[in-house]
């Protein structure tokens, strides 16, 4: 069967997978999390620029990202041009201005290896499919996971909030 965006919002019904090796090997790991408005934002291109430099910098191991948007009606984005992507089951097909999208190919083109996934989690403003998306510098993911948060779980809603998981290597 397939799944649809709706279906992302389901309450979980098995454990989350715990991840393999020994328990007292210690991982450290550099985390940005960041709210975008993406493309809501005033000189979003030179904004987005900004963001990448900031990132090529400070090099974190992952990025999770809120309110990562793309317009509902853009046209889609090329399939060469998503390189590194891990496709969320029913998520909603990837457009051109996508804004995580944007920001991985232009971390592919200044050399770095990111992997990335996005999920929208309701329309805003009335034209945005927006979403939160997580990428990994380095290590591809493995798998991802939805985890709802809001009692509303309608798309055209605002108050709906979700969370992506991602497993990586």
């Not at 995580?100 to 992997?115: I, K, Q």
Request: hydrophobic fraction near 40%.
């Amino acid at each position: 069967t397939s799944t649809t965006v709706s279906d992302l919002f389901t309450r979980r019904e098995r454990p989350l997978a715990v991840p393999h090796g020994k328990h007292n090997e210690v991982c450290n790991m550099k985390i940005l999390t960041i709210n975008t408005h993406s493309l809501q934002e005033e000189n979003y291109e030179q904004k987005l620029c900004w963001f990448v430099e900031s990132i090529l910098k400070e090099r974190p191991d992952i990025i999770a990202m809120q309110e990562v948007n793309q317009t509902a009606d853009a046209p889609l984005m090329a399939p060469e041009l998503l390189i590194g992507q891990y496709p969320v089951p029913g998520a909603l097909p990837v457009r051109r201005d996508n804004h995580a999208a944007n920001v991985a190919l232009r971390l592919r083109n200044a050399g770095v290896n990111c992997y990335w996934a996005w999920v929208p989690i309701k329309l805003g403003y009335g034209k945005y499919d927006e979403g939160v998306a997580i990428l990994s510098l380095g290590r591809p993911i493995r798998s991802t996971d939805i985890f709802p948060i809001s009692k509303v779980r309608d798309y055209q809603n605002w108050r709906t909030r979700a969370v992506l998981g991602v497993q990586v290597e």
